[in-house]
């Protein structure tokens, strides 16, 4: 199977900034689609932001111009830096990934367990 692990999120202040990290392992042959997602209390989850394999992004209107995403394909792994962060920023944030498994080259969509950022005012 694959498993994806987020770290990074944490308390701070706004204006502050914070690293998510996703790390996939396990059976993967490649990863398509990477991608970030969040979501607050009383509320739908929510797109971030998004990577290919190839390095295309794409970014929710609300964090356009603070958040960059990056993939290292070597390593599996994914990251969301965030900067100006804002307390309507403040949520769980999911890692998301299209992976092709090994040996039956089957796709299949992964979530994290999640990460809490939580930025005070």
């Known amino acids: 199977q694959v498993q994806l692990v987020e770290s990074g999120g944490g308390l701070v202040q706004a204006g502050g900034s914070l690293r998510l990290s996703c790390a996939a392992s396990?059976?993967?042959?490649?990863?398509?689609?990477m991608g970030w997602y969040r979501q607050a209390p009383g509320k739908q989850r929510e797109l971030v932001a998004t990577?290919?394999?190839?390095?295309?992004?794409n970014y929710a209107d609300s964090v356009k111009g603070r958040f960059t995403i990056s993939r290292d394909n070597a390593k599996n792994t994914m990251y969301l830096q965030m900067n100006s962060l804002k307390p309507e920023d403040t949520a769980v944030y999911y890692c998301?990934?299209?992976?092709?498994?090994?040996?039956?080259?089957?796709?299949?969509?992964?979530w994290g367990q999640g990460t809490q950022v939580t930025v005070s005012s």
């Open positions: 998301n990934a299209e992976v092709r498994q090994l040996f039956t080259q089957s796709l299949y969509q992964y």
């Open positions: 396990g059976r993967i042959f490649s990863i398509n689609v």
């Open positions: 990577v290919t394999s190839g390095g295309r992004t």
